[in-house]
């Protein structure tokens, strides 16, 4: 199945997602940018998956339009490169977290962000139009192909790319900065697993990190993609060994982050991202934040320990980055993605992330787990039960009905396909929303301030859930 959704294109390569596919959605997108703007720059970017090369040449030939391709490069430099080089848009070649056999598309407006989701909707509905047709039909009619029209220029500036992406991320700190994490000696274990983040030691290096890589060959894939648990349990024993401070662990394009302390322990999005914004509110930046609702209550604390502005938002990066538009705010995210959103950044960036921790780190003078240990105690569960799609309103809506019933506060984000909230008291609440990325699947999240009561209430949710789906077969 071809995942289509306002995060963009994913399919498995060869079966899925082909060339056929990457020609029709280049054209869509192209055809959406020249509504705009007359004769469009476009940015084209990958991860390392062994299909990219070949998907970023087929969206070249296709494309009648001037490109700047930068080749290898985490999400958040392609996204940096459309605003860095004045390009009208951008496409990342990425399947993100997906398994290597995986690949897709974002699409991205001028300032580097995706899409919002009514204009990735117009061009999924563009793509629909011709995705049955022959090629020799939609080159006929569609494609600059069919009217021997040549592309203007191909510039390649991947070179220029790194060297100002990585400038860039190194601005967020000052000399002093510089020289507090030189004299910390802090001893970071990097794991990209051959994808885009193996940058991260270049950029790390500069700023005065000892940083130890392992798997940094690119496009050799030595664990899952998705860096969790699982996956990046062997990092403790490597952390130990060198005597390091943490270890870090990205996905395929660098967005996501993970790290581990010693002991083995994962420390979770929700808390890097609560520990950011303490950072950041604590030197006076503007006291706005923007997360999704299933955001975990960290978050809420430590805004309202700042008296900041907490708005929450439907899930989706694109739906976080337009909240930070709106309201000015200079840091967002989804706390369960591990990467961090830092205006003037329109991504998440696990790079820029663990970056800023390690400051945090060296600023304090103490170790990572001392700093959390000073942090309200939150515990979040995560569950996903199997649905039939045909029955999603009237199961969403049973939902509502339910927890009313209960008179307990709820709320609602992106209306009937969105997030719906409930929450159980102050420090709790219950999360349910279908996936827009994996079909069939709803997702049910349980949050609160005690780790048994966190499984009390996600169990309870469940049984609720389940029932209801029954009722509603």
């Known amino acids: 199945m071809l995942v289509e959704s306002f995060s963009g294109i994913?399919?498995?390569?060869?079966?899925?997602?082909?060339?056929?596919?990457?020609e029709k959605y280049a054209y869509c997108y192209v055809s959406f940018l020249r509504k705009k703007y007359k004769a469009?720059?476009?940015?084209?970017?990958?991860?390392?998956?062994?299909?990219?090369?070949?998907?970023?040449?087929?969206?070249?030939?296709?494309?009648?339009?001037?490109?700047?391709?930068?080749?290898?490069?985490?999400?958040?430099?392609?996204?940096?490169?459309?605003?860095?080089?004045?390009?009208?848009?951008?496409?990342?070649?990425?399947?993100?977290?997906?398994?290597?056999?995986?690949?897709?598309f974002k699409f991205l407006n001028k300032?580097?962000?995706?899409?919002?989701?009514?204009?990735?909707?117009?061009?999924i509905e563009e793509y629909q139009k011709v995705k049955n047709m022959?090629?020799?039909?939609?080159?006929?009619?569609?494609?600059?192909?069919g009217k021997k029209i040549k592309i203007k220029k191909i510039i390649r500036k991947h070179d220029e790319l790194i060297k100002a992406y990585s400038d860039f991320i190194l601005k967020f700190l000052d000399k002093q900065d510089i020289q507090k994490i030189k004299n910390s000696k802090i001893k970071v274990i990097l794991d990209p697993n051959g994808g885009t983040g193996i940058?991260?030691?270049?950029?790390?290096?500069?700023?005065?990190?000892?940083?130890?890589?392992?798997?940094m060959n690119c496009s050799i894939f030595n664990r899952k993609v998705e860096p969790d648990e699982d996956s990046l349990f062997y990092l403790g024993n490597i952390i130990r060994e060198n005597n390091a401070d943490i270890g870090a662990g990205f996905d395929c394009d660098a967005d996501r982050l993970q790290m581990m302390l010693p002991n083995n322990q994962l420390v979770s999005g929700h808390y890097l991202l609560a520990l950011?914004?303490?950072?950041?509110?604590?030197?006076?930046?503007?006291?706005?934040?923007?997360?999704?609702?299933?955001?975990?209550?960290?978050?809420?604390?430590?805004?309202?320990?700042?008296?900041?502005?907490?708005?929450?938002?439907?899930?989706?990066?694109?739906n976080v980055i337009e909240g930070m538009k709106k309201h000015k705010a200079v840091i967002g995210g989804e706390g369960s993605s591990g990467g961090v959103i830092i205006e003037p950044s329109k991504c998440r960036d696990g790079i820029l992330t663990l970056l800023i921790v390690i400051k945090i780190i060296a600023d304090k003078k103490?170790?990572?787990?001392?700093?959390?240990?000073?942090?309200?105690?939150?515990?979040?569960?995560?569950?996903?039960?199997?649905?039939?799609?045909?029955?999603?309103?009237?199961?969403?809506?049973?939902?509502?009905?339910?927890?009313?019933?209960?008179?307990?506060?709820?709320?609602?984000?992106?209306?009937?396909?969105?997030?719906?909230k409930v929450y159980i008291d102050n420090n709790s609440f219950?999360?349910?929303?279908?996936?827009?990325?994996?079909?069939?699947?709803?997702?049910?999240?349980?949050?609160?301030?005690?780790?048994?009561k966190t499984e009390k209430l996600l169990k309870e949710a469940a049984e609720v859930f389940n029932n209801i789906k029954i009722n509603n077969q």
């Open 199 to 215: 940058i991260a030691k270049y950029i790390l290096e500069k700023a005065g990190v000892e940083a130890i890589g392992i798997n």
């Open 134 to 145: 022959s090629l020799d039909d939609f080159f006929a009619k569609y494609s600059y192909k």
């Open 430 to 452: 219950v999360w349910f929303r279908a996936s827009k990325t994996e079909p069939n699947i709803f997702r049910i999240i349980a949050d609160s301030d005690k780790k048994e």
């Open 111 to 123: 300032d580097g962000s995706i899409l919002k989701e009514k204009d990735m909707d117009k061009i």
């Open 10 to 22: 994913r399919g498995i390569f060869g079966e899925t997602l082909t060339e056929e596919v990457a």
């Open 276 to 318: 950011i914004a303490n950072e950041m509110f604590r030197q006076g930046k503007k006291k706005v934040i923007v997360t999704n609702d299933a955001t975990s209550g960290i978050v809420k604390k430590v805004a309202e320990k700042h008296k900041a502005k907490l708005i929450e938002v439907e899930v989706g990066e694109t």
């Open 40 to 104: 469009p720059v476009i940015v084209i970017g990958t991860d390392t998956r062994p299909s990219s090369e070949l998907l970023k040449n087929t969206l070249i030939e296709a494309i009648n339009t001037d490109i700047i391709d930068i080749g290898i490069a985490p999400t958040a430099a392609v996204e940096f490169a459309v605003r860095n080089f004045k390009a009208n848009g951008g496409i990342i070649i990425t399947a993100s977290h997906n398994e290597p056999y995986w690949n897709g």
């Open 366 to 420: 103490a170790k990572l787990k001392e700093i959390l240990n000073d942090y309200p105690q939150y515990y979040t569960s995560a569950k996903k039960i199997e649905f039939k799609q045909e029955n999603h309103d009237k199961i969403k809506e049973s939902l509502e009905k339910y927890y009313s019933g209960k008179n307990k506060k709820t709320a609602k984000t992106g209306g009937i396909k969105g997030g719906f």
